[in-house]
């Protein structure tokens, strides 16, 4: 799940009041800490922010955390390497929890959740989510986050860069190179040939990427870049369980995006310890693990369908709800203005002047970028479509801010990692090094290594182009990143997937939830796992949305199946459609408050709450 890399830090500190005065706050007033992320280098355990590293023998000892005070932290050893564990090889897991708000008597213990990525921070996004799922979850679960390794302040870190700033400027860099329809257009316009540019640009790309590869080798953790795999965080899950004291329930889990390829192997190493296992926004677990190649193709199933999503709830808006449209406007009118721009852009590129955050040009790779980030959520859509609009009128700054930089902290490189509240080494920026180094070290080395020539990757990269309009972004984003990668995994999960391949019974059914038009893990992909697993291993429920993972495109109705699953252990018919709730695209001013005002009870809560998570998601 690549998103973007900048967003605020936390606030540094939070006063306690009641606990359910407190709840509703943070789930009503979250902007504060909405786009809040903060990542990690290196090694420190407890330090003077009184966090206590934990093992799993004497159990998680909870601290409240320094700088969200509604949340508590903890840190937790475990071995680095599972298949040679070392007393003086560990890691030190960065957990954070949301306690539970219900009476005693009605809580079930803890719930695991990752956000995806591969590399997404636990313990940042548990900020962001924890209420909405507090209050999904009506108080009964212990909401527990952690950052997997290589992850912000799990240690020890990659080391392949002395600061994310440097690994973030790194990949910033080639992202700057632009799209290949910008090189093969302008290469036409000049009279040269298309095919020259393009594979020269792709080499350039493959320079970048071997140049990432080339500092891990050079600088980095050796022991750590081999042990990063889904399997070990597999166990590390485990372990956090076995720590929790909650093993003979066994997991309870919500897990989205490349977070269900994690609860994927968990539940086939450890099937006797699937209790509640949600995986939202599938991940295919078979071609992630077997052929990455085959893995980005099939991410791009839907990515059109999204798009048309767009484009069509634009037009229906009107230039009342859509800044894009205009009274007689139609969805292919939209795109052909959206592509008129594009084309433009390659030649004449908008000067930005400093807005306060980015400044620079806005050309028409940016526009693929816009596009490929504002898909994951519809609650993003009409910032979207403002900034094309103003594009279209000359004023490219919305589109830069849109793609940019987002804080003003978050530009400032930092003079020392440990300079936080923290004690442990953090930065404000997420690097591509820990997610390619998990995504890599999962795959088939054999297939990775199959498309070794810019011009191999560059005939990929144009399959997936003619399939999505985001296609050779997701190119680069997926399997583009593995090609030059050199590490032995220490385990690595790759199957059996199936029942006819030897994959067991579960303890309980894991439910797969999957949205109709999702932009990286499509509906086909959940379709895909839940066969895989059997009838007695597993149940799908479909929302009938637009969005990458559920939170995206809220529903009532998949809000009250979960309830059921996570409460009772009530799977929902195979196949069962919850359609996502209306009024949520391009919503004209008051809208939301109107869907708001026709609920009651509960379900107005439920859908207050889901409406700031899906702004936040």
């Known amino acids: 799940m690549e998103k973007g890399f900048i967003s605020p830090q936390p606030a540094q500190h939070a006063t306690r009041s009641r606990y359910r005065q407190r709840l509703l706050t943070v789930a009503l007033g979250l902007c504060t800490f909405i786009g809040y992320r903060v990542w990690s280098d290196s090694w420190m355990h407890c330090g003077h922010s009184g966090i206590k590293t934990s093992t799993v023998a004497s159990g998680i000892a909870w601290s409240t955390c320094p700088d969200v005070t509604e949340f508590d932290c903890a840190y937790l050893s475990v071995p680095l390497d599972y298949t040679n564990p070392l007393p003086n ?112 640009y792709f080499e350039r790309v493959d320079s970048y990427s071997r140049s990432v590869w080339e500092s891990c080798k050079k600088n980095g953790n050796e022991k750590m870049l081999s042990a990063v795999t889904s399997a070990f965080t597999a166990r590390d899950m485990k372990s956090i369980l076995e720590a929790l004291g909650e093993e003979d329930r066994g997991m309870v889990y919500w897990g989205f995006s490349y977070g269900t390829m994690l609860g994927a192997t968990f539940t086939a190493m450890f099937p006797e310890l699937a209790h509640r296992i949600l995986l939202d926004g599938v991940s295919n677990a078979v071609s992630f693990t077997t052929d990455i190649y085959k893995h980005g193709w099939i991410g791009t199933e839907d990515t059109n369908k999204v798009w048309q999503g767009f484009l069509t709830a634009c037009a229906e808006a009107g230039p009342d709800g859509c800044a894009l449209a205009h009274p007689q406007s139609t969805a292919k009118e939209i795109e052909g203005r959206i592509d008129a721009l594009a084309d433009k852009l390659i030649t004449s590129p908008l000067p930005v002047p400093f807005t306060g955050l980015n400044s620079g040009i806005v050309a028409a790779s940016d526009i693929t970028a816009a596009i490929f980030s504002s898909m994951y959520k519809p609650a993003i859509w009409p910032k979207l479509a403002k900034a094309l609009a103003a594009a279209e009128k000359g004023d490219g700054a919305p589109l830069a801010d849109l793609n940019g930089f987002s804080d003003i902290a978050a530009m400032t490189r930092p003079t020392s990692m440990l300079d936080n509240i923290f004690n442990r080494h953090m930065g404000t920026l997420g690097g591509v090094v820990p997610s390619a180094a998990i995504t890599c070290s999962d795959t088939d080395p054999s297939t990775m290594l199959s498309k070794p020539d810019a011009e191999d990757f560059m005939d990929y990269s144009r399959e997936l182009e003619k399939r999505s309009v985001t296609g050779a972004r997701w190119a680069q984003a997926i399997p583009g990143k593995c090609r030059f990668w050199n590490v032995t995994a220490r385990e690595a999960y790759r199957g059996p997937w199936t029942v006819e391949d030897g994959f067991k019974k579960t303890k309980h059914p894991v439910l797969f939830l999957g949205n109709t038009a999702d932009p990286v893990t499509p509906l086909i992909s959940a379709r895909t796992m839940s066969k895989n697993f059997g009838n007695e291993s597993a149940s799908l429920l479909i929302q009938d949305g637009f969005g990458h993972c559920s939170p995206a495109h809220p529903s009532l109705c998949t809000a009250h199946a979960l309830q059921d699953f996570f409460f009772e252990g009530k799977l929902p018919e195979y196949g069962t459609v919850c359609k996502s709730d209306p009024g949520q695209l391009f919503p004209v001013e008051g809208a939301k408050e109107a869907l708001l005002e026709s609920l009651s009870g509960e379900d107005k809560e439920l859908m207050r709450a889901m409406q700031m998570w899906a702004e936040s998601f």
């Not at 527990?144 to 690994?167: G, H, I, K």
Request: charged share 20%; aromatic share 6%.
């Open 89 to 200: 090889e560990t890691v030190s897991l960065a957990l954070r929890r949301l306690p539970a708000t219900a009476p005693i008597k009605e809580r079930l213990g803890s719930l695991l959740t990752n956000p995806g990525g591969p590399g997404g921070s636990g313990t940042n996004s548990v900020v962001r989510s924890g209420p909405a799922m507090n209050i999904i979850l009506k108080g009964r679960y212990d909401i527990v986050s952690w950052d997997p390794r290589a992850v912000n302040m799990t240690t020890p870190s990659l080391d392949c860069f002395p600061t994310d700033w440097d690994e973030y400027i790194q990949d910033l860099k080639r992202s700057q190179l632009g799209m290949p329809h910008e090189v093969r257009r302008a290469a036409s316009l000049g009279g040269g040939s298309a095919e020259d540019a393009e594979l020269y």
